[in-house]
């Protein structure tokens, strides 16, 4: 279970669902990286992914891991947190799923479950890069708005509830 959003928490899930597609699963990028799509500017440098994680776990936890927020308080500071993490970008390849993951344990444990099976791809790359460019969160809100619904975070955590295309 997610406990914190730590580099190393990121890493073990990356581990997990990529070991046995990339030979470096789990490790964090050494190379710059962008989106391939014209404009797209580079992600956080490789050299600050440590600093980039650890500032982006204390803005986490300044926010009581996103527990005890009513539904749209909860979307507007997941899509904030969301963002920061998915500036890191910490690997070659993999980010969205593992980000994806993670962000299904996290918010379970702060009572909110979420459905990805209501989000595609270019629904998804569009609304972050709003939100990375124009600091626009107002997609990533509205995603999570629809797609978070309240659980008892007491209830153990299923991985089944996680679509099996975001695990690898």
Known sequence: ??????????????????????????????????KNVEGAEFFLPSTNIGMGVAWSQGELKRDHMLKDMDLVTFAERLAYHYDNYNFVHPFREGNGRTQRVMWTMLCHSAGYDLDWRQVGGDENDNASRMAAEDRDYSALISIFMRIAHPCDPSRPFNMERIPAEHLG
């Open 1 to 34: 279970m997610i406990r914190d959003g730590s580099l190393n928490e990121l890493k073990v899930i990356h581990h997990l669902l990529f070991q046995d597609v990339y030979a470096w699963a789990g490790h964090i990028r050494t190379v710059e990286i962008r």
